[in-house]
Structure formats: structure tokens, C-alpha cells
């Protein structure tokens, strides 16, 4: 973008954040008492690993007594390793031959804690699984295998935990703090995959779709502090619309400004098709109505775009200009679809997703021209319809006066022959009479 803003940092994304809003309407948004957007100071610093989700690794489980854990662990004597190859699923810890030590699945909320052996005489490259009445040790291949499947294990299983306890929120306090770690949680995670920001963000999302009583407070805290995870990422569909609707209701909320800015920006440099997820398209369009309810909301809108968006022989994002385009030919689609379903009976764009319309169901598209009050047109296609009707007729209508016209034919050809017979016969005894 140009040198106002667009650019591909954040710290250049903040700036034009904070420009947007003109001094009248920052004072505004200032007397609601927003809460600040929350910003994470986190590092990826360190070594990164790939989230696991299958993987060969060498499994001993053994029985013991609590008390007597160390003793067991140091005897090799009692040690007994099965190849397995694990996978990871979402609720638990599978083998794909499940036989041996394997035979069940370990579930993730039996496993009560994930440990790296390292003490003396322990064997190499081993994680220990604590699990009532035993353990189970998981040995890798090298230590970066081993670090690997230690974090690995730890996401599923954490995960695992906050779907189950924001599945049944009791009291928001507590709510809000276990959304607060699950997102320093996945942006201090070393493991690098999507879903290690996408699930957090359906998690919320799942959250919020089935709490619809929340106030507007609770709103604008979990938006807040979900804002880290969505720098990087596009919300979920969900979670799309449960924005678009606090766009709607408190179009002058500074969360608006400070948490929804960035996303929409990531959305118009980044997407690439939205055919593909309308409901970002959606939220794009509302977050831009939204910045219109504000004193001088033209004003805002325009200094939005050009942030967005420099000359186009100087602007780093080929997309910007493409996706802005397609959101407001969208908007424009959408104040008229009503207009244009209820004055030519075309298919809306609900019944076009769902394949649902049907041409023989559905009358003729009516003539723009009869969206004007003209007699004179309308009696001339009224007449045009009429002649149109005398014209079409069935298939077999048309057998059926084929059939009559071919024994009318034969009918009169019988006769013609039999009465030029006649008048042979009466010529020829009047010629021998005479």
C-alpha cells in the first residue's frame, strides 16, 4: 500500500488503526467506556515442532503402586517395549493395532500427567504418561522425536480439557479467565499447525453460538481477548457472525475499531475467493456500515480505503482492490434482492445455495419494460401472450390433427374417385345409347 498505511507489519497496521477515527468520533467512542483491546507481547523464539497426529513409537506400560515408582522405573529387568503406531485423535490415544499394551485407548482425561525422563539410569528418549494405577512410558527415536510427541500430547490433552469445561460455563468470571489461557496457550505453543489458532477460535465460537443471553459487556470482553489469535488467522463462519451482529448493535463500539480493524484488513489483502466463505464477505460489509454510524462516518470510510489501498502500480496487495470491489457489488446485490424477487419471481441467493429452485415451478421472468406503468406496453404484452398461447399446443395435439387431416385427405380422395367413376359410366352409356 502507500506510505498512509497497508502495510504488511503489524506495527504499520496499528498506526492506521489509530488514524482512522477523526478526533470528534474517537471522543465519541471514548465517553461508552469501551474496554482497551488486549495485546499479547509473546515470542516464538526456540525450537518449533510440527503438531503430531500419528506416528511410530516404542510403548511399555507398567503396573505399580505409587510408592514404589522409582524402583520399577530403574530395573530393567521388568521392562518389556511393544512397537505401536499411535495416533492422536481428539479424545484419546489410540494404536492402530490395537493389541498388547495398546489394546484400549488412553483417554485424554485419564491421563494425569505428560513428563520427560531424564534422571539417571532412565531409559533415552522417553516420555512418562501418569495414569491411575500405572504408567505408561513412550520411547522416540531421538530427542527432537521425543520433544515432539511431549508437546504434541500436552496440546490434545489441554485442548481436550477446555472444550469440556467451556462446553458447560458455570460463571463467566471463570469463563472469560480460561479463555484468557487458552489463547496465551496457543500463542506461546512451540508447535507450528493451523489449528493450533483455529481451534481456540471454535472453541470460542461453539461457546458463544450456544449462549446467546450474554450482555454486551460479556461481548465486547471475550472479543477482546480472543483479539491476539485473529492478527494472524480469518475467525470461523461462527464466529463471523456473532461479529457481524455486535457490528449491527454497537456499530460505536471501540471494540470495532481496535479488534475488528486488523482482522477485516488481513481479510482484504489475504483472501483469495469469497464464494468460498461468504460470511467473511458479510462481516467485511458490516464492519465498513458500522464505521459509517460515526460522526463523520463518510469521512472514516474514505480514510479506511485509502489505508487499504494505494495506486495500483505501488501497492504490495493485488487483492485489496478485487475483494472491496466484490463487497460492495454484494451490498448493492443484497438492498435489492428483495426488490428484485418480489417484482420478477427469481430464485433468491438462499434458494440458489441450497439448489432449491426449479424452473417449472416458477413463472416466466416478467419484462423489465412492464416495471413501468405504461398502458400502451402493457396491453401490447398482454396481446404478444395471447398470440403465444394460440400458437403452442402439445405433441400430441399435434398427432391427433395429423391423424384426422390424413383420413379427412383419404375421405376425399375416395370420393373424388368414386364420382369420377360415376361420370365415366353415365358418358360412356350415353355415348352407346346415342
Keep these: ?16 488503526k489509530t488514524c482512522l477515527l477523526p478526533e ?69 490415544l489410540a494404536s492402530a493395532t490395537p493389541a498388547g499394551y495398546m489394546e484400549n485407548a488412553i483417554s485424554y482425561s485419564a491421563i494425569e500427567d505428560v513428563q520427560l525422563l531424564s534422571w539417571e539410569n532412565a531409559p533415552k528418549y522417553c ?9 505408561v512410558l513412550l520411547q522416540a527415536a531421538n530427542s527432537y522425536l521425543r520433544d515432539q510427541w511431549f508437546h504434541s500430547l500436552q496440546w490434545k490433552k489441554k485442548i481436550y480439557k477446555y472444550k469440556k469445561v467451556l462446553s458447560n460455563p458455570s460463571r463467566w ?11 496465551d496457550m496457543a500463542l506461546f505453543s512451540p508447535l507450528q499447525d493451523d ?24 461481548h465486547e470482553n471475550i472479543i477482546v481477548e480472543i483479539a491476539p489469535l485473529l492478527e494472524n488467522n480469518h475467525p470461523p463462519p461462527d464466529l463471523c457472525e456473532f461479529f457481524c451482529k455486535h457490528c449491527r448493535e454497537r456499530p460505536r463500539s471501540m471494540v470495532v475499531i481496535e479488534v475488528f480493524t486488523p482482522v477485516v484488513q488481513r481479510i482484504l489483502k489475504h483472501n483469495m475467493d469469497f464464494g468460498k466463505c461468504p460470511r467473511l464477505r458479510l462481516f467485511t460489509q458490516e464492519y465498513i456500515l458500522a464505521l459509517n454510524e460515526l460522526n463523520a462516518g463518510m469521512e472514516v470510510v474514505k480514510k479506511f480505503i485509502h489505508s487499504m489501498h494505494g495506486p495500483t502500480g505501488q501497492c504490495p496487495h493485488p487483492r485489496v482492490l478485487p475483494n472491496l470491489v466484490a463487497v460492495c457489488l454484494a451490498a448493492i446485490y443484497s438492498c435489492y434482492e428483495e426488490f428484485i424477487n418480489s417484482r420478477d419471481n427469481s430464485p433468491s441467493l438462499k434458494e440458489i445455495r441450497n439448489g432449491c429452485q426449479q ?8 419484462p423489465l419494460r412492464l416495471l413501468h406503468n405504461s398502458p400502451g406496453l402493457v396491453s401490447q404484452e398482454v396481446n404478444s401472450d395471447a398470440r403465444m398461447k394460440t400458437i403452442i399446443v402439445n405433441s400430441t395435439e399435434i398427432h391427433v390433427e395429423l ?11 375416395g370420393s373424388t374417385s368414386s364420382s369420377s367413376t360415376s361420370t365415366s359410366t353415365c358418358t360412356h352409356s350415353s355415348s352407346s345409347s346415342s
Design 1 to 16: 500500500s502507500n506510505s498512509g498505511g497497508g502495510g504488511g507489519d503489524h506495527t504499520q497496521g496499528s498506526e492506521d
Design 24 to 92: 470528534s468520533s474517537a471522543s465519541d467512542l471514548n465517553k461508552l467506556g469501551a474496554a482497551p483491546c488486549r495485546r499479547a507481547n509473546y515470542c516464538t523464539n526456540g525450537m518449533r515442532y510440527k503438531l503430531l497426529q500419528e506416528g511410530d513409537i516404542q510403548v511399555c506400560v507398567i503396573r505399580h503402586p505409587r510408592t514404589f515408582l522409582s524402583k520399577i522405573l530403574t530395573s530393567k529387568f521388568l521392562r518389556r517395549w511393544e512397537p505401536h503406531h499411535l495416533t492422536l485423535a481428539h479424545n484419546s
Design 127 to 135: 516420555l512418562q504418561l501418569t495414569i491411575p494405577g500405572g504408567t
Design 173 to 183: 468470571e471463570v469463563v472469560l479467565k480460561e479463555i484468557r489461557t487458552l489463547v
Design 195 to 218: 489449528s493450533i489458532h483455529q481451534a481456540p477460535l471454535e472453541i470460542v465460537s461453539k461457546l458463544l453460538s450456544e449462549n446467546l443471553k450474554l450482555t454486551t459487556q460479556e
Design 359 to 366: 424452473q417449472c415451478d416458477r413463472k416466466p421472468n416478467m
Design 403 to 413: 391423424g384426422r387431416s390424413n383420413m379427412v385427405n383419404q375421405k376425399l380422395k
